[in-house]
Structure formats: C-alpha cells, structure tokens
C-alpha cells in the first residue's frame, strides 16, 4: 500500500502562484510508476494536470490547459513531488489530487482509472 499526503492548496488572487506538494510513504519501491497530479471540480470527472513517468527514464506530461504555467518536479529520496503553479486562472479553481499508478504505458498517463493510489485532495481557490 502507498499513502500520499497533498499539502499546500489555498485561496490565491488571478496571476498568483501556489506550490502543492505531495509526499508517498509506505511501499513507494517501483521500477515503473507514474505520480502527479489531477483536479475536480463539482459535478465533473477527475481531469489530468501533471504527472511524472519513471519506465526506464523520467518523462514529464502537462494537459495542454496547464502547459507552461504549471512545472511537476520531484524529490526521489523524499519520496515527493512538488507543483509548482504560476499565472493561476479562476478556471485553475478545483480540489487537486495527489495519484500514484504502476506500469502505467504512455497512452493510460492521462488517464485517471489507471492509477491506484490516490490522496485526499487539496482545494485551490484562484479568486480576487
């Protein structure tokens, strides 16, 4: 099992900046796995934001809406990564989730019924 724990959500005006951050423990060891990123908001579906893929090498996907505004990065030996959100938009306004999947091939990434773990989620707000 892998516990992901989001922190860092909040109320910030148009144009501002927030970093989520989000922290796996428990069996975190995979040669193949893929953690990141994913909003809701009421009466929709978990859309896609950011995630990182390690199969081999480190690839990083954006969703087109977030692509270069947001930036995913990731501490391996703190077992966290980190969302970095600049230019914020009032459409960026959503519960964000923290997802962990394994095995995960290029075209499942984007995809939020391939990953297996989930946190609890964290609100961001963008509102004057």
């Known amino acids: 099992q892998v516990q992901l724990v989001e922190s860092g959500g909040g109320l910030v005006p148009p144009g501002g900046s927030l970093r989520l951050s989000c922290e796996a423990s428990?069996?975190?060891?995979?040669?193949?796995?893929?953690r990141g990123w994913f909003r809701q908001v009421p009466g929709k579906g978990r859309e896609f934001v950011a995630v990182?893929?390690?199969?081999?090498?480190?690839?990083?996907y954006y969703a087109d809406s977030v692509k270069g505004r947001f930036t995913l990065s990731e501490d391996k030996a703190k077992n966290t990564v980190f969302l970095q959100m600049d230019s914020l938009k009032s459409e960026d306004t959503a519960v964000y989730y923290c997802?962990?999947?394994?095995?995960?091939?290029?075209?499942?990434?984007?995809?939020?019924?391939?990953?297996?773990?989930w946190g609890s989620g964290t609100q961001v707000t963008v509102s004057s």
């Open positions: 428990g069996r975190t060891t995979s040669n193949s796995y893929a």
């Open positions: 990182i893929r390690w199969s081999g090498g480190k690839t990083t």
């Open positions: 997802a962990e999947g394994r095995r995960l091939i290029t075209s499942s990434v984007r995809n939020p019924s391939y990953y297996d773990y």
